[in-house]
């Protein structure tokens, strides 16, 4: 099983299902692999969560640099909107909802 599909899966059952359902064993069978495969690529809750961030941060910064506009002021505001549009936004507030924790999404701030 791919990093890429577990992501899927846990952010699959979080717009489902909501942050309270998102725990290690529903995303292994959602994602159709055994518990023992989530956990090579995600030890903890935490790091599946930290891993969805970083995705999150990823997909956007590809965002950014694919606008192709002067400055990266125009660039970020072309992608928020592109975000917006896309139905992206959606994705982020689940992910960073079931996170809760300031430590994990401090990435985002940054």
Request: charged fraction near 25%.
């Amino acid at each position: 099983m791919r990093r890429e599909e577990l992501l899927d899966a846990a952010e699959s059952l979080l717009c489902d299902q909501g942050s309270q359902a998102l725990t290690l064993a529903a995303v292994a069978e959602r994602a159709g692999c055994s518990k023992g495969g989530l956990l090579y690529h995600f030890a903890t809750k935490e790091a599946l969560i930290k891993g969805m961030v970083e995705r999150l941060i990823e997909d956007f910064d590809q965002l950014v640099a694919a606008q192709g506009h002067d400055t990266y002021t125009k660039n970020y505001l072309h992608a928020t909107f592109a975000a917006v549009r896309s139905g992206r936004l959606r994705r982020w507030a689940v992910v960073t909802g079931a996170s809760g924790s300031p430590y994990l999404l401090a990435p985002l701030r940054e």
